[in-house]
């Protein structure tokens, strides 16, 4: 079992800031690739970004692609979504996701999930 807890939301303008910490514990050993999903009012939850084990390779959505980053610390079990240039149209919950090698971007494939953090971006 990993337990992934998510933090650093908020309100911020358009244009700002905000960087997203997920904590994972628990039996982190089972958790390859990490990622980050958002969901926006009323609609389905998205793919955002992910980082492989090593963190050698990293892949993001399209809308997302210049404007956010995703990293991890593996000594400290700390994943992170680093996001600029924010926009309306980023403000959703955020939510952490672990899964095994192979996790694409369809969260299906995610078996261990944090509770998320909201973002709001006014404009």
């Known amino acids: 079992q990993v337990q992934l807890v998510e933090s650093g939301g908020g309100l911020v303008q358009a244009g700002g800031s905000l960087r997203l910490s997920c904590a994972r514990s628990?039996?982190?050993?089972?958790?390859?690739?990490m990622g980050w999903f958002l969901q926006a009012p009323g609609k389905e939850r998205e793919f955002v970004a992910a980082i492989t084990r090593d963190g050698g390779y990293t892949y993001s959505a399209d809308s997302v692609k210049g404007r956010f980053t995703i990293s991890r610390d593996n000594a400290k079990n700390m994943v992170y979504l680093q996001m600029n240039s924010l926009k309306h149209e980023d403000t959703a919950v955020y939510y952490c996701?672990?899964?095994?090698?192979?996790?694409?971007?369809?969260?299906?494939?995610?078996?261990?999930w944090g509770q998320g953090t909201r973002s709001t971006v006014s404009s």
């Open positions: 996701a672990g899964g095994p090698t192979g996790a694409t971007v369809i969260s299906d494939e995610y078996n261990s």
């Open positions: 628990g039996r982190t050993f089972i958790t390859y690739i």
